[in-house]
């Protein structure tokens, strides 16, 4: 789909690895695998289905460009549903069914260090989204293309802490439902 990005994204998903598996694996006598990717599983639910729904333009790439430029594109690139369940709803359903079932309620102390990862994923991730624009002269999606680089921070921010709600309300019907 992006394959220029593969030259580019290969390397840093080993280089992040390599930095973030030993800092994962410390905070894991600390926090669990929910806490570490429930926030960002959610962002990602939530961001995906509702612009996929209510604005597929802004989050599905176009099939082919329109020979006039101020004509919208003449269609827009799906996945099969399966693929797309799968991909953009599964894992939170998974981490969810897991946090409900198997796993306790947050401590405050664990709580507190959920806003300091949420800050470290969301820079990272902000961060390999401009650096592969910059390289690809575009965004791996469209809503981002159309957005300023204020605008954009203001879009990182305002999903970081949409991540950090879902985690502090569903902490607190953990503890409710018991």
């Known amino acids: 789909m992006f394959p220029s990005t593969r030259r580019y994204l290969h390397p840093l998903k080993r280089a992040l690895t390599m930095v973030f ?4 694996l410390r905070l894991t006598r600390r926090t669990s695998t929910t806490m570490r990717h429930s926030q960002m599983d959610f962002v990602v639910t939530s961001v995906y289905w509702s612009l996929r729904m209510f604005a597929p333009s802004l989050i599905l790439l176009p099939t082919e460009a329109s020979s006039t430029p101020s004509l919208p594109p003449r269609g827009l690139m799906r996945l099969p549903l ?4 799968a991909m953009h709803l599964a894992p939170f ?3 969810l069914i897991d946090f ?7 401590s405050s102390r664990q709580m507190a260090i959920a806003p300091i990862m949420m800050i470290t994923y969301a820079t990272v991730y902000a961060g390999a989204l401009e650096r592969f624009a910059a390289l690809n002269d575009f965004f ?8 300023s680089l204020p605008i954009r921070i203001a879009i990182y921010a305002g999903a970081s802490c949409v991540g950090l709600g879902c985690l502090a309300f569903l902490n607190r019907m953990h503890s409710a439902s018991r």
């Open 82 to 85: 399966p693929i797309d369940l």
């Open 100 to 106: 409900a079932l198997f796993e306790p309620k947050f």
């Open 93 to 95: 359903v998974s981490l």
């Open 21 to 24: 598996l030993p800092v994962s």
């Open 140 to 147: 791996p999606y469209p809503f981002l293309d159309v957005s």
